[in-house]
Structure formats: C-alpha cells, structure tokens
C-alpha cells in the first residue's frame, strides 16, 4: 500500500476508534449503582478503561459481517497505535493514560506484543483478540462485583493501570522519538 494511502486509512481507522470509545462509555453510565460504589475518582478512570477496551474484542466480528473495512490484523495495529499514542501523549495518572496501559499491559506481558528492533511487531493477532476479551471480561467484572467500593476500585487501578516492565521499555523509546 502506498505511504499516502496507508497514511488516509490509519487516519480514517484513528477517527473510527474515537467514535467506537465514545460510544463504549454507554456500558454503565450514572446513576446505575455499578458505577456510583466505584467512587467519584476511581470511576472516571475505569469509565475511560471501559470505554477504551469494551469494544476491541469485537471488531473481528463486526469485519466479518462489513461493519468496518479493512483486516482484523489493520485494526490490531490501529488499536495498539492508539493505544501507544496515548501513553505517549498523556500525563502518568491521567485516566487516558491508565486506559491506554490497560489496553497493552497483558499484550506485551504475554509476548503477543513485542518491541524488537526498534519496531513493534504482533506475533499473534488472534491471541490479540482473545487477551483483550478478557481484558474487558475483567473490566466489566469491576463493575458487577458488588462488593467493589471506592477503595477497592482505585486498588484495581494501582495493580491493573499502570506499566508493566515491558511497557516501561516501550515507553522509553516512544518518549524519545
């Protein structure tokens, strides 16, 4: 595919994972109690955690029935960019940034992900999918567990939202390019 193509569909795929986010926030939205005993802080990071992972484990699907264009293995790449670009580009605590961690912790922990060579290459693009299905089977769980409070809910983003060893590599380098 030609630089300036390849350019026009991540920039097309980029804006389709804005609205897919957007439109992932309607999961739980307040006053419903799985949101209001997560706490007034910790919920406003696990909404944008949900938001950011809901969604991915389905786009396989929605491509095979022509929802959206293009290759899972496209939108794998598209969504890891993403997800980069937001480790990048926000500040350590925002909740984007926790979202975006979230979204690649397991991936690279699991070795799905790899950075070698000063490229990011994914060796598996169905296992991919499956880790980010359990990523947000996990998500949704933090929501339906009754016994979650706020304590417990910013527990969760200590342990789950923050970067992993291997991430902290990635983000080394994506810091300095």
Not at 98 to 116: C, I, P, R, W
Request: glycine share 4%; proline share 6%; with cysteine.
């Amino acid at each position: 595919m030609p630089e300036g193509e390849r350019t026009a569909v991540m920039q097309n795929m980029s804006r389709t994972l804005t609205a897919l986010h957007e439109l992932a926030h309607i999961v739980y939205l307040p006053p419903a109690k799985e949101t209001e005993r997560l706490g007034a802080e910790p919920v406003i990071t696990i909404k944008e955690v949900g938001a950011d992972i809901i969604y991915q484990p389905l786009v396989p699907s929605v491509i095979e029935k022509g929802g959206l264009s293009g290759t899972k293995e496209q939108w794998a790449i598209a969504m890891l960019v993403n997800a980069l670009t937001g480790i990048r580009d926000q500040a350590e605590g925002d909740p984007y940034y926790h979202a975006a961690v979230y979204a690649v912790n397991e991936l690279f922990d699991k070795k799905v992900v790899e950075f070698e060579n000063r490229q990011l290459v994914i060796r598996d693009y169905d296992q991919y999918y499956r880790i980010q299905q359990k990523a947000a089977a996990e998500l949704i769980a933090v929501y339906e567990n009754p016994d979650m409070n706020e304590k417990r809910a910013a527990a969760w983003i200590k342990t789950n939202c923050v970067p992993s060893p291997r991430v902290k590599e990635v983000m080394r380098f994506l810091k300095k390019s």
